[in-house]
């Protein structure tokens, strides 16, 4: 270890121990910190023996400069400054009537929370406080929407939605712990369907919730921990998924006898499943039905969801229901970072056999991401320039499409580029003192076994011939003279390190020096269905690692410390990609080494998918932020319109419907017929109307237009002032596409924003309404019918302005009358932004004053959008077929 990294070590190790005793760090904690520490190093150094034994201990520490501290206090600061809020969740109807507080409110102050406190403890020497405290509020919430163990019966479906590699397996490992505390004594956790990703899994478990590895050595949260009473029995191994031997021998006599928690890791299989639940009904059928059960469904849009007909479901997905089936308290907890499949699940699906389906009825807890999370807008949106690097040269050597039998004769030069970016990321590690971590590449260029021992065995060759010329020449003084490899490392080096801004603390000949001393390191693997040599991470041997393989690296398995990858593949769903995306997660001290290889058209497939996940999940926060349930609140995802790219696979959108929306602007009018009852909302609203007349009033001449109904006009408004408004305003989206509720904001924000060179025109309505006071002028309010809908306020017919108020901007307004679509073109006309102050009266009720606006589009003008797909789940396709049926009863209205 350097003396920088010894000295980053002792001040977090400080600002660790002072964070967790005071329980926050003020602005300037941190600064505080290295300057004392700083201040006791300069002590030491000139002071008695004694006191450097103290300080410094057997290390040799060498002073740091100044850019050295410098770096200290960016890098302290990018550990201990992460930002991460707590999730969102939406309940089911039955569950916002029941006790969700059971636990955070009663069991858990009452209980000695043993699981949890221990795999608290063990999170913190990683984790800093504040993340740490996130998983508990986030898992406070989820605990109090499974069972109380002391019910006599109880089932409960739920989904947890977080993002590629983010921390969901932290998530759940938290919750079973919980689960433990609160009085669960059987766990099931359903992993992926690849042995791989079942053994890291039980890994992970035996870490965070056992204790204890195969070999009853303690490991992870069982270091130092005596309490064998207490220890979970796993019925499963980490080389071994269930079989009825093992569990014979490890399982207790009798399920009652013990009180300690009963644990299985299993993979995603038909033969495991059936094996499991008839194992259970031949040895603890009596007693079974009284102690509660969590079944944790990892990756749970993958083979989980029912893909057939309600009446024959899949095997894999009848066997999962088949067991909950055998207990009467049961929880399900699906964890996904792609819930397409899950929320196209039909939410009417019952079958008599096997009970519910596995749609998420009772809850659905969404996720927020750190800001340290390395994820799609980082990669993809905000600085795809320095993580990609586009792939063009492979067609003639190794087409994405290719044949099983494809002969390889090289790699893509872009490939061997990836290859030196991966061997100096490991020398540039080693110098920042990170030699005692992982550090992979990933290679997944086919979905053929054959194919992935080919590369493998051309990568391997590469290597060694690197290997080879570091080792003989990079202490001699022309050594540029001996090898073409120190030629191409070093221009990769200047590409990728110099000219991508990232400003690299290290110089060319510092990288090579610390290459000749971590070359040797370097390993390949390959991850496939053949026999080969394992990949293992294993903390007390770091590995630097190229893995080359395909499907059994595609979902759910983390490639420890990647920093490199180099992806050619074909595949054509959201889903699918998503998972594939290894490189997304945390890569803290390295992330400016990450990098992408990637074709351009992938680039644009991911581009697309991101923002669409990203609708989704907005929708998904919507509709916590409305109380509304899974079964009330309609969710889709926008299709990518070339037909090459889909949603999930087919058969998982059975119960889907497809429609074509409209998003063209031109020619339109958007208003927010549906406005939020929260008085918060509606003051706020009311002030963002009269801030923004006030503002536009002092710089644009105002006219009143009309007598009796005198309205305002002011025509010439700066596109930002408009843009500032709708930013202001709390628009109420519980319908994020607007086709219900008549405005889809997000798009009118960004027509705005892709026009910035148009001016606008405002409006003020009057009626004949009370009188409300908008800055400085006086307005007779406009009187509108509603209804209350629960959660909003609906205009009477959807309908904000009356007939003729989109003629106020034009110039032969008089003549147009009340012809909507006769004013939006009328030539030259700006774009029109109506502002209403409505005075809601009904028969029942009058709510008095609420802000609403409507935007009409100049018919001449180009929106830039376009008609979207959207694949709707069953809730959204039945609410708009409702819909649309009420209003053919009530009459349509003129849009």
């Known amino acids: 270890m350097n003396s920088y990294n010894w000295v980053l070590e002792e001040v977090r190790s400080k600002i660790r121990e002072y964070h967790l005793k005071k329980g926050r760090l003020e602005d300037g904690d941190i600064e505080q910190e290295i300057k004392a520490f700083k201040e006791l190093l300069l002590l030491a150094i000139s002071g008695p023996d004694v006191l450097k034994q103290h300080v410094f201990k057997e290390f040799k520490y060498n002073d740091l400069s100044e850019s050295e501290w410098d770096k200290l206090d960016r890098d302290l600061k990018t550990d201990f400054e992460v930002r991460w809020d707590a999730g969102y969740i939406s309940q089911g109807e039955e569950q916002q009537n029941r006790d969700t507080t059971w636990w955070t409110d ?5 209980n000695e929370n043993y699981y949890w406190d221990r795999y608290r403890k063990y999170t913190l020497k990683g984790l800093n406080k504040s993340i740490v405290d996130v998983v508990d509020l986030d898992t406070d919430i989820i605990v109090n929407n499974i069972g109380d163990p002391k019910e006599n019966k ?10 590629v590699q983010s921390g969901k397996t932290g998530n759940y490992s938290a919750l079973v712990c919980k689960a433990a505390d609160a009085g669960y004594r059987f766990f099931v956790v359903i992993a992926g369907d690849k042995n791989n990703l079942r053994n890291q899994t039980q890994d992970r478990i035996n870490a965070t919730f056992i204790g204890e590895s195969d070999g009853n050595k303690q490991c992870g949260v069982g270091i130092g921990d005596n309490d064998k009473k207490k220890k979970p029995v796993s019925l499963t191994l980490e080389t071994g998924d269930f079989d009825t031997r093992t569990a014979e021998r490890l399982a207790p006599l009798n399920l009652d006898n013990i009180s300690a928690p009963i644990v299985l890791v299993i993979k995603k299989n038909a033969t495991i499943l059936s094996k499991l639940t008839e194992w259970l009904e031949r040895n603890y059928k009596n007693v079974i039905s009284d102690h509660a059960m969590l079944v944790i469904d990892d990756e749970s849009d993958y083979a989980s969801v029912n893909t057939k007909k309600a009446s024959d479901p899949t095997s894999i997905n009848s066997k999962i229901r088949t067991l909950l089936s055998l207990f009467h308290k049961r929880a399900y907890v699906a964890y996904t970072a792609t819930p397409y499949a899950n929320i196209f699940i039909d939410y009417k699906a019952e079958n008599s056999q096997y009970g519910k389906d596995l749609f998420p009825k009772d809850f659905l807890y969404t996720l927020d991401a750190p800001t340290n999370y390395f994820g799609g807008r980082e990669v993809f949106i905000n600085n795809p320039d320095r993580y990609l690097v586009k792939i063009d040269d492979h067609q003639d050597i190794l087409p994405v499409e290719h044949k099983i039998d494809h002969n390889l004769e090289s790699l893509p030069p872009s490939l061997y580029d990836a290859i030196r970016v991966f061997i100096l990321n490991v020398s540039i590690r080693n110098l920042r003192g990170h030699n005692n971590k992982h550090n992979s590449m990933l290679v997944h260029v086919s979905r053929f076994t054959i194919m992935h021992i080919t590369v493998a065995s051309e990568v391997e060759r590469y290597v060694y011939s690197i290997k080879k010329a570091v080792r003989s020449f990079s202490r001699v003084s022309n050594y540029r003279q001996e090898s ?9 080096f200047n590409k990728q390190y110099l000219n991508k801004d990232i400003g690299l603390e290290y110089d060319w000949n510092e990288v090579l020096d610390s290459l000749h001393q971590c070359i040797e390191t370097i390993i390949i693997r390959q991850v496939h269905s053949k026999k080969t040599t394992p990949l293992e991470y294993n903390d007390l041997r770091p590995v630097n690692v190229i893995v080359v393989g395909g499907t059994s690296l595609s979902r759910g398995y983390t490639l420890e410390g990647l920093s490199v990858s180099y992806f050619l593949r074909n595949t054509k769903f959201y889903d699918t990609l998503m998972q594939m995306a290894r490189w997304f997660g945390y890569r803290s001290g390295y992330q400016d080494l990450c990098r992408i290889y990637m074709t351009l058209d992938m680039m644009d497939y991911f581009t697309y998918i991101y923002e669409a996940t990203k609708e989704l999940f907005d929708s998904f926060v919507e509709m916590a932020d409305q109380k509304k349930t899974p079964y009330e609140f309609g969710l889709a995802v926008i299709e990518h319109p070339s037909s090459a790219l889909q949603v999930t696979a087919r058969n998982k959108m059975n119960n889907t419907a497809q429609k074509f ?64 408004f709708l930013k202001n305003f709390n628009v109420f989206t519980a319908d994020p596409f607007g086709i219900k509720s008549k405005m889809p904001i997000e798009f009118v924000k960004a027509f705005v924003l892709n026009n910035k060179e148009e001016e606008w025109d405002v409006s003020l309505h009057g009626g004949n309404g009370r009188q409300y006071k908008v800055g400085s002028l006086n307005l007779a309010t406009e009187e509108r019918d509603f209804k209350d809908k629960g959660g909003y306020i609906e205009i009477n017919s959807r309908q904000v302005s009356s007939g003729a108020s989109e ?37 029942e009720d009058n709510r008095g004053f609420i802000a609403a606006f409507g935007v009409s589009f100049s018919g001449d003008g180009s929106s830039g959008g376009k008609t979207v797909r959207l694949r709707m789940n069953k809730v959204m396709s039945d609410e708009i077929s409702d819909f649309y049926n009420e209003e053919k009863k009530d009459g349509d209205y003129d849009d």
């Open 484 to 492: 073409n490899h120190f030629k191409d490392l070093e221009i990769t």
């Open 807 to 843: 003629s106020i901007s034009s110039p032969d307004r008089v003549d147009i009358g009340s012809d909507r679509r006769k004013a939006r073109r009328s030539p030259g006309r700006n774009n029109l932004l109506m502002l209403h102050i409505l005075d809601l009266v009904n028969k």
């Open 154 to 163: 109880f089932d409960r479906y739920g989904m947890v939605v977080g993002h």
């Open 106 to 110: 009663r069991v858990k102050g009452q």
């Open 661 to 724: 929306h409209n998003m063209r602007l031109e020619g339109q009018l958007k208003e927010t017929a549906w406005l939020s009852k929260n008085q918060k909302d509606i003051d706020k609203n009311l002030r963002s109307v009269t801030n923004f007349v006030i503002d536009i009033n002092n710089k644009v001449s105002c006219e009143e237009v009309g007598k009796t109904r005198k309205s305002y006009l002011w025509r010439g408004v700066n596109w930002d002032d408009v843009d500032m």
